[in-house]
């Protein structure tokens, strides 16, 4: 995917999306390979390789660390992953994408030059996606260690949770806030009213508020986010 930037795709993906304006700013799956990063004018500003697709799974260590290599010397820097990367693999248990691109950050020492966006949620291992406050607590612990640093650029909620209320969730994402541990929360895959829902709670409480969402999109597959959520 890095070396392959002024694909047609990728044009066609640009001209489609840049001067789209949006509520938040946008984190849109537009092929399998690829995530292009929208802001809140609908300005493009970074493109990553989706690193659920490669980094420990399809792509080994040296690999993922030649693409990430070559991703960040094309001038991009966002890269994102999540806690359950890639668990569904059979002898995976979660946070091997995560682990990769914390070594890489660490030999290349390119901490600084990149954001790091990653998701918590997703089911680990407890039967259901967790967005509770003792998960997410013991979840962002989890992923600091596996990414070898002291603070997340973007954590995302990664899927909703039904037993537990947003407002619990969000104070939870505050308080990593607060702590410095994370610097921004956004959201993936939340319908529009659960997102309008969570934007009301973080205005009303004054809690941190959700910067993006990450819904499934790309040019073949539109209805999960064009209409309401759009």
Do not use: C
Not at 5 to 10: A, D, P, R
């Amino acid at each position: 995917a890095a070396v392959t930037l002024g694909g047609e795709w990728f044009q066609r993906a640009h001209r489609e999306l840049s001067g789209r304006e949006t509520h938040l700013r946008l984190i849109l799956n537009t092929v399998p390979e690829a995530m292009i990063l929208i802001d809140d004018k609908g300005v493009m500003r970074a493109f990553s390789p989706a690193a659920e697709r490669l980094f420990g799974w399809t792509a080994d260590e040296a690999t993922s660390f030649a693409l990430l290599d070559a991703f960040v010397e094309a001038g991009f820097d966002a890269i994102d992953t999540a806690d359950a990367y890639s668990r569904w693999v059979p002898g995976h248990s979660g946070g091997e994408s995560e682990t990769i691109i914390g070594k890489w950050l660490k030999a290349r020492g390119r901490r600084d030059d990149v954001k790091i966006l990653t998701k918590v949620g997703s089911d680990m291992g407890q039967g259901h996606n967790d967005l509770s406050p003792a998960w997410i607590e013991t979840a962002v612990e989890a992923s600091l260690r596996r990414l070898q640093t002291d603070y997340i650029d973007l954590y995302q909620t990664h899927w909703p949770d039904p037993k537990t209320p947003q407002e619990e969730t969000l104070r939870a994402l505050d308080k990593l806030v607060q702590a410095g541990k994370v610097r921004a929360i956004g959201t993936s895959n939340h319908s529009a009213e659960q997102v309008s829902e969570a934007l009301d709670i973080s205005q009303r409480e004054i809690l941190a508020t959700y910067a993006t969402i990450q819904p499934h999109y790309n040019l073949y597959s539109r209805d999960t986010f064009e209409g309401e959520l759009q």
